[in-house]
């Protein structure tokens, strides 16, 4: 065979192998139809962890704080001190945020209203 056919040959066969596990990660970090179906108390519960993962963000943000430091002032482990600095908010329940957001001294208040 030809030296550029083996080659073409070559690069179908490594695409065809790879191109499903592209597929696969950008699936895997980029799925939002999850949030398609959820109803309207879990979109509701979303949305506070959302505004309360923001808030440590911009918390560690200002203080600029490194991982150490957010271990020793939230009392985490680093796994949970990384969830916290990359926003991983599916890893977190609303009450263990709103601990955390506490214990950077700040207050937490939540409002209730009719739709």
């Not at 596990?21 to 879990?42: G, H, K, P, V």
């Not at 203080?63 to 482990?77: C, F, G, R």
Request: glycine share 2%; charged share 25%.
């Amino acid at each position: 065979m030809e030296k550029p056919l083996i080659a073409g040959v070559l690069i179908l066969v490594v695409f065809s192998i790879l191109s499903p596990c592209f597929i696969w990660i950008n699936n895997r970090f980029n799925n939002y139809e999850e949030f398609d179906d959820l109803d309207d108390e879990a979109l509701v519960k979303l949305e506070m962890k959302k505004l309360l993962i923001q808030e440590l963000h911009r918390w560690i943000n200002n203080n600029n704080l490194d991982a150490k430091q957010i271990q020793e002032i939230l009392m985490v482990n680093p796994k949970r001190a990384a969830d916290i600095i990359y926003q991983r908010i599916d890893q977190f329940s609303v009450d263990s945020l709103t601990n955390f957001v506490l214990r950077t001294g700040k207050i937490v208040s939540v409002l209730i209203h009719d739709k």
